[in-house]
């Protein structure tokens, strides 16, 4: 019998626990496990690096919420897109990535994996001409997409990008961040994996770091999985817990997020302070058409260009006050940050270097009227 997201939210992977009956998986606190005899360990588990029950059940979840075949879950976001890389690529070898895409994945890629042979080509990842331009036959393994896109809210034509990348023998990975797989499912659409910062919407209340992987495949999930043991960048069984928990309430969270989003995007489409709204559910946006068909709604996350430039761009960020001013996102309360500043600041001086008068805004699920007033003041 099939399900839908909320209900395979709440139960997939995660059964009451046979000895006790406990409805909520517990928390195996442990490093290592009794085994029957020597080269017999029960169950499988040997030592929690390798599998802790907690982190299968988040493992389990997360492949099915992704309509995938495997799930890997990792200490944090960058954990588990170094685990791709290390996988798929070998030096010689090239990746395509966006050219608005998220700071710490182009840190990953231009200070970390392009020292050890692996070449990086960033491109207009909604543009499937600009993406088929920087593909290098035979040594393009990845195209590396975002959608929507971080900081700039892109959207990425996903079975475009899939063709794109299947007809040179390459893989898509896609970062499902920002749109959480109660929003969209990559794999659905062509993707090979799909990437997720799981302490963002995933995780939901800015109290956990983590990662996870889904995949398409058994068998590249399988390969994965040696090296999410191999390097060893796994959660531990609290941090599992509290996102799987987290994981529970993504379905009626997000929707607040985007009933909220959308109010606010379409005041600050109207405000003389804003010179433009970056946001998929708004008409004007030139991805709103590829976002309807591939997105069951358009998200919790806008930016906005300030009229007045950099400097005013900073002096909204500081004035907003129930706007927190922090990095990250998908948390209940609402975030305010400045990304040349702040998240986007190692891409300062390159090719995905990010407007100066950008503010982005991750809107959480408070009262709508009261985040518009915040917004109001802050403006100026």
């Not at 709604?297 to 950099?310: K, L, N, P, V, Y």
């Given at each position: 019998m099939s399900h839908g997201f909320e209900t395979l939210a709440i139960h997939a992977g995660q059964e009451p626990e046979a000895r006790t009956g406990a409805v909520v998986p517990?928390?195996?606190?442990?490093?290592?496990?009794?085994?029957?005899?020597?080269?017999?360990?029960?169950?499988?588990?040997?030592?929690?690096?390798?599998?802790?029950?907690?982190?299968?059940?988040?493992?389990e979840c997360l492949a099915a919420l992704e309509g995938g075949q495997v799930g890997l879950t990792f200490a944090s976001g960058l954990a588990a897109e170094d685990a791709v890389l290390r996988t798929v690529c070998r030096p010689g070898d090239h990746v395509v990535i966006p050219d608005d895409?998220?700071?710490?994945?182009?840190?990953?890629?231009?200070?970390?994996?392009?020292?050890?042979?692996?070449?990086?080509?960033?491109?207009?990842?909604?543009d499937l001409d600009a993406v088929r331009a920087a593909l290098r036959p035979g040594q393009t393994k990845i195209i590396w997409a975002e959608t929507p896109t971080n900081p700039l809210l892109g959207?990425?034509?996903?079975?475009?990008?899939?063709?794109?990348?299947?007809?040179?023998?390459a893989l898509?990975?896609?970062?499902?961040?920002?749109?959480?797989?109660?929003?969209?499912?990559?794999?659905?659409?062509?993707?090979?994996?799909?990437?997720?910062?799981?302490?963002?919407?995933?995780?939901g209340h800015s109290d956990v770091v983590g990662g996870a992987l889904v995949t398409a495949s058994t068998a590249l999930g399988e390969e994965l999985r040696y090296h999410q043991n191999a390097m060893g960048a796994v959660n531990g069984p609290f941090d599992a817990w509290l996102t799987l928990r987290g994981v529970k309430t993504l379905g009626v969270r997000m929707d607040r997020h985007c009933d909220n989003a959308e109010r606010i995007a379409e005041y600050l489409s109207k405000h003389p302070a804003v010179a433009q709204v970056l946001y998929p559910g708004l008409p004007d946006h030139p991805g709103h058409e590829?976002?309807?068909?591939?997105?069951?709604?358009?998200?919790?996350?806008?930016?906005?260009?300030?009229?007045?430039?950099?400097?005013?761009?900073v002096q909204i960020c500081n004035r907003a006050k129930l706007f927190v001013l922090a990095e990250s996102l998908g948390g209940v309360e609402s975030l305010i940050e400045h990304p040349a500043r702040m998240t986007h600041a190692s891409a300062?001086?390159?090719?995905?270097?990010?407007p100066a008068d950008l503010v982005r805004l991750s809107v959480g699920i408070e009262t709508a009227d009261?985040?518009?007033a915040d917004l109001e003041q802050a403006l100026g």
């Open positions: 517990p928390i195996f606190q442990t490093s290592t496990y009794a085994q029957n005899a020597v080269g017999d360990p029960r169950l499988g588990y040997e030592y929690s690096r390798s599998g802790n029950p907690t982190r299968d059940a988040l493992q895409a998220y700071g710490g994945t182009y840190r990953l890629f231009a200070r970390v994996a392009q020292r050890w042979g692996v070449s990086w080509t960033p491109a207009r990842i909604s959207i990425a034509d996903l079975a475009g990008l899939a063709t794109l990348a299947h007809d040179v023998d898509l990975v896609v970062d499902n961040t920002f749109a959480s797989p109660y929003l969209q499912q990559p794999i659905a659409h062509g993707a090979d994996i799909v990437v997720h910062s799981t302490t963002k919407y995933v995780g590829i976002a309807a068909k591939q997105m069951r709604r358009f998200g919790g996350m806008i930016s906005f260009r300030a009229a007045g430039g950099e400097e005013h761009a300062a001086g390159s090719a995905l270097e990010v009261d985040l518009l």
